[in-house]
Every structure is written in structure tokens, then in C-alpha cells.
């Protein structure tokens, strides 16, 4: 279990890194990363919901055109939401490293809480998700506006206040989400992972699959003015 557990840190701790990386260079870079990103997922979206949608239901090989379309519709629109979320300031960069710095918090609080304190399972829709796991989720998602909190020379507004708690707290709530809706069709499909590229951890998605989710949402929540 531990060796599972740094197992979990490090990917994520990678990702987090090299997502952060792209975030601060030149904008055609990170257009391009992005794109490749959302690609890599849609081919593994696509092709993990083959067993159920298409071998499973040949009759009817419009369900997998249309699970198809809508997942590429949906990954569009994180691709368009993550850009505008990026912009062109410091300070537009630092808001969505910050969201990712969350969602990773949020991954590695579940898995913890889950493994070392287990307990009542959280839905029969993932049976590895517990109620712990939950919880610890949503504590560690809090620990990204405590290190930013630190920065105060930052020109970055994050104080430990309510509203940037409930914020934290609705980010990771999303990553759940996200984690059991892909859950669930890897569960319709009978497969453990979404891919095998990244070796011993599964598929693109299934490590950023907290991401898609809490990304959209942050940047519709942004644009109504009800955050930062």
C-alpha cells in the first residue's frame, strides 16, 4: 500500500509539474500541450467504451457514435475553458495552477484517507471510493490556499477566508465527480483503465479526469463573476 501510495504522489506530482510548466510558457506551446492533452483523451475515451457500446450493442452502433460525439463535444469544451481560463496575465496562470494544485490535493486526500482509514463504501458505482476518502479529499483541497497564502507578495488575492474555502472545497467536490462519472463507464465497460500510456497507472484520463470536470465548471462560475 505504501508503495502504491508514492506511486500515486509522484505521477501526480509530475503531472501537477509538468501541467504547471506549460501553463508559464509561451502561449502556442501551451495551445498545442493542451490540444494534444484532450486529444489523448478522447482516443482513450473512445476507445475504452468500445466493449459496452459498440461489441456489446451491435444492433445499435449508433450508441457508441453518440457516446463518441458526446465526449468530444464535452472535451471541447474543457479544451475552451481551460484556454480562457489560462488568458494572457501572471495572474490568469496562477489561477489555474491553482485549480490544478487543488484537484491533485483532492486525489491524493481521497486515496489516503481511503487506504489507511478505509470504512463504508461511498457508491457502488466505484467500490474503491469511500466515505473517508471523501472526506479526505475535501481536507487536502485545502492545503494548495494555504501554501498561496504564503505568497503574499504575490499579486494574487487568496486569503484563508470562506469564500476561498468554499471555492477549494466545490473544485474538489467536481474532481470527485469527475472520478466517479469515469468510474462508472469503466465499470459499464468492465476495464480497470481508460489507456495503458502511462505505465502502471493506467490511462491519460484516468489521471486527469478530476480535472476535466473541475475546469469547466470554475470557468462558467468566473464568467457569471462569482469567483476571484
Known amino acids: 500500500m505504501k508503495r502504491e501510495l508514492k506511486k500515486r504522489v509522484f505521477t501526480s506530482f509530475i503531472l501537477s509539474i509538468g501541467i504547471v510548466f506549460l501553463i508559464f510558457i509561451v502561449p502556442i506551446i501551451f495551445k498545442i500541450s493542451l ?101 479526505g479529499s475535501f481536507i487536502f483541497s485545502l492545503l494548495p490556499i494555504i501554501f498561496f497564502n504564503f505568497f503574499s507578495n504575490l499579486n494574487f488575492i487568496l486569503d484563508f477566508n470562506l469564500k476561498n474555502i468554499f ?34 497507472h493506467g490511462g491519460f484520463l484516468d489521471r486527469v479526469d478530476g480535472i476535466i470536470f473541475a475546469i469547466p465548471v470554475v470557468y462558467i462560475l468566473k464568467s457569471l463573476n462569482f469567483i476571484l
Request: net charge positive.
Open 35 to 135: 490540444f494534444l492533452i484532450i486529444f489523448i483523451c478522447y482516443l482513450e475515451w473512445s476507445q475504452f467504451n468500445i466493449n459496452y457500446f459498440k461489441k456489446k450493442n451491435k444492433q445499435n452502433p449508433s450508441k457508441y457514435s453518440l457516446i463518441k460525439a458526446l465526449g468530444l463535444m464535452y472535451l471541447i469544451f474543457v479544451t475552451f475553458s481551460a484556454y480562457n481560463l489560462r488568458g494572457d496575465t501572471f495572474e490568469d496562470a496562477l489561477l489555474l495552477t491553482f485549480i490544478i494544485s487543488i484537484c491533485a490535493s483532492s486525489d491524493i486526500g481521497g486515496y489516503v484517507f481511503g487506504k489507511f482509514i478505509g470504512g463504508k463504501k461511498l457508491t457502488k458505482i466505484s467500490p474503491n471510493k469511500t466515505i473517508s476518502g471523501s472526506i
Open 167 to 200: 471555492f477549494c472545497l466545490l473544485v474538489s467536490l467536481f474532481c470527485q465527480l469527475g472520478d466517479v462519472f469515469i468510474s462508472y463507464f469503466k465499470r459499464l465497460n468492465k476495464v480497470k483503465d481508460t489507456g495503458t500510456i502511462l505505465p502502471g
